[in-house]
Nanobody
Framework: QVQLVESGGGLVQAGGSLRLSCAAS????????MGWFRQAPGKEREFVAH????????YYADSVRGRFTISRDNAKSTVYLQMNSLKPEDTAVYYC??????????????????WGQGTQVTVSS
């Protein structure tokens, strides 16, 4: 079992920045690849970013590439999402998720077995 707790959400003006954190507890954090997803009201949950267990491989949704950066600190069992140049369309509940390292399907939410409770990000225009 892996428990995930997100933090760092809030209200920010367009063009601003936020850094989300996701603290993990339970099994060895470095055994898991991590992802960030988001869900806006009335929309399906969508992939945002992925990072491999070592941090050496990252993937991003086209909508956030160049603005968001995912990183991890295995010593602290924490994954981060640095969000810059925020836009109103980035408004959503952001979730971190974990799946065993080496398993395929980094972009699909159904491939992640562990989820945090989510943190709200609101970007005002």
């Amino acid at each position: 079992q892996v428990q995930l707790v997100e933090s760092g959400g809030g209200l920010v003006q367009a063009g601003g920045s936020l850094r989300l954190s996701c603290a993990a507890s339970g099994r060895t954090f470095s055994s898991y690849a991590m992802g960030w997803f988001r869900q806006a009201p009335g929309k399906e949950r969508e992939f945002v970013a992925h990072i491999s267990w070592s941090g050496g491989i990252t993937y991003y949704a086209d909508s956030v590439r160049g603005r968001f950066t995912i990183s991890r600190d295995n010593a602290k069992s924490t994954v981060y999402l640095q969000m810059n140049s925020l836009k109103p369309e980035d408004t959503a509940v952001y979730y971190c998720a974990a799946r065993p390292a080496g398993t395929p399907g980094w972009g699909r939410s159904s491939n992640y077995g562990y989820w945090g409770q989510g943190t709200q990000v609101t970007v005002s225009s």
